[in-house]
């Protein structure tokens, strides 16, 4: 088993209505570290930077409106393969199909306000770490 790090939002929908402990407490209770975070607002060049894959899909406007509507808690976790446990802790993006326990099936109030976001693999953790941190903010 390798330990990793991951990348993790909590998104504005769940820091509106002050999930961020309660969201934290499963990560921790899942085994994961968190080894770096920090409470931003985004504006639109963090936004569309961190989103730009999505530039020509339809919703990416909406997303980045979204992610610009309230404070985020950006996260770097760390452990045993911690990119596919994050993504098993939060569950499946649609929270009416996410299983019970899981972030999303818990907090989530729809698909778009999902309350986090996770990194899809180990190379895109490092990108996406590597936007929101800076190395010495960073301690494991």
Do not use: C
């Not at 899909?57 to 409106?65: A, E, I």
């Not at 009416?96 to 899809?120: L, Q, W, Y």
């Amino acid at each position: 088993m390798a330990i990793e790090r991951t990348f993790s939002i909590i998104k504005p929908d769940a820091t509106r209505r002050n999930l961020t402990g309660a969201i934290n407490a499963v990560i921790e209770k899942a085994g994961l570290r968190i080894v770096a975070q920090k409470r931003v607002q985004w504006g639109p060049a963090q936004a569309e930077a961190f989103y730009g894959v999505h530039k020509e899909r339809p919703f990416f406007k909406d997303l980045v409106s979204f992610m610009m509507s309230g404070p985020i808690v950006v996260q770097v976790l760390e452990g045993e393969n911690a990119v596919a446990k994050y993504r098993e802790v939060m569950g499946a993006t649609n929270p009416a199909n996410a299983a019970p326990g899981t972030i999303r099936k818990e907090f989530a109030e729809s698909i778009e306000a999902n309350s986090v976001h996770g990194s899809d693999s180990v190379d895109n953790a490092k990108i996406e770490i590597g936007q929101n941190f800076a190395g010495f903010e960073i301690v494991g």
